[in-house]
T-cell receptor
Framework: GAVVSQHPSRVICKSGTSVKIECRSL??????MFWYRQFPKQSLMLMAT?????????EQGVEKDKFLINHASLTLSTLTVTSAHPEDSSFYIC????????????????FGPGTRLTVL | ELKVEQNPLFLSMQEGKNYTIYCNYS?????LYWYRQDPGKSLESLFV?????AVKQEGRLMASLDTKARLSTLHITAAVHDLSATYFC???????????FGKGTKLTVNP
């Protein structure tokens, strides 16, 4: 079936550094990808919509200068957490609705395995 | 603004028992999803419900959708320990693929 991968799966960094997280669709094209954040024992909150070839659209309250999104190709979106602080520690999950014939069912949306970010 | 409410948030049940998780949403939507999440893991898709009256079943889980009441249910039949996980419902926003999630129901099935 269709697969979405994320890299790295886990990252620990010092406060003030920037961290890049990659989201790849492995066997399908995705003109749109979504980035979610999940704090411990909480639900998923949509951060932004990544659009191939154009600017990302951010949800209310999400700082676009802090969470930089680049959707450079039809299979890759990157989320860069700039000048990370401990409050940015979270589980970041991307998702992608596939284009074309790959869909296994109506409106399937595939989630990546997630990236756990810990900022010290 | 679309809001999604799940209840209960915590559910502890014995093996062999039946129970239902409820998911209410505040505005009209054309798609409702149920996901399972194990600790430290990402989401596993369980069901996608598209129309009023839709019912889908997979093993011991059955999901239904009432779009008029803006309510979906996830029914667990004869629970087993392997079903222990957190279950989320999610609703798509206004024809887009953006999802609004409920807070999740942490299910614990005890032997």
């Amino acid at each position: 079936g269709a697969v979405v991968s994320q890299h790295p799966s886990r990252v620990i960094c010092k406060s003030g550094t920037s961290v890049k997280i990659e989201c790849r669709s492995l066997d399908f094209q995705a003109t749109t990808m979504f980035w979610y954040r999940q704090f411990p024992k909480q639900s998923l909150m949509l951060m932004a919509t990544s659009n191939e070839g154009s600017k990302a659209t951010y949800e209310q309250g999400v700082e676009k200068d802090k969470f930089l999104i680049n959707h450079a190709s039809l299979t890759l979106s990157t989320l860069t957490v700039t000048s990370a602080h401990p409050e940015d520690s979270s589980f970041y999950i991307c998702s992608a609705p596939p284009q074309g014939r790959v869909r296994e069912g109506p409106d399937t949306q595939y989630f990546g395995p997630g990236t756990r970010l810990t900022v010290l | 603004e679309l809001k999604v409410e799940q209840n209960p948030l915590f559910l502890s049940m014995q093996e062999g028992k039946n129970y239902t998780i409820y998911c209410n949403y505040s505005t009209t939507s054309d798609r409702l999803y149920w996901y399972r999440q194990d600790p430290g893991k990402s989401l596993e898709s369980l069901f996608v419900l598209l129309s009023n009256g839709a019912v889908k079943q997979e093993g011991r889980l059955m999901a239904s959708l009432d779009t008029k009441a803006r309510l979906s249910t996830l029914h667990i039949t004869a629970a087993v320990h392997d079903l222990s996980a957190t279950y989320f419902c999610a609703v798509s926003q206004g024809g887009s693929e953006k999802l609004v999630f409920g807070k999740g129901t942490k299910l614990t099935v005890n032997p």
